[in-house]
């Protein structure tokens, strides 16, 4: 299992990654899941709460060789990617 976590707004943002599926969890409630063994180029989708206003959530995810990327973004804005680091 592979798991990348992210906070934005006071809000921890996590693609969690098992053998079958993969979920998008806000404050650790899943907003979004894919179910299947293979992940090439999957998109979730969630949401937030934030000041009052809602941000839309995309987290997008991929794989290469035999490592796995991951990029979360909130309203189009990438505030983390497993390539940064």
């Known amino acids: 299992m592979k798991i990348w976590k992210t906070t934005y707004a006071d809000t921890e943002i996590a693609v969690v990654n098992s053998l079958v599926t993969t979920k998008l969890q ?10 299947g063994l293979f992940a090439f180029g ?7 709460k934030s000041n009052g206003d809602t941000r ?13 990327d991951c990029a979360i973004f909130v309203d189009d ?5 497993s390539t940064d680091t």
């Not at 999957?42 to 937030?48: F, P």
């Open 26 to 35: 806000v404050n650790g409630k899943t907003q979004d899941v894919y179910w």
């Open 42 to 48: 999957v998109r979730l989708y969630g949401s937030l």
């Open 56 to 68: 839309r959530i995309k987290a997008v995810m991929g794989a290469k060789l035999l490592t796995w």
């Open 77 to 81: 804005e990438a505030v983390f990617s």
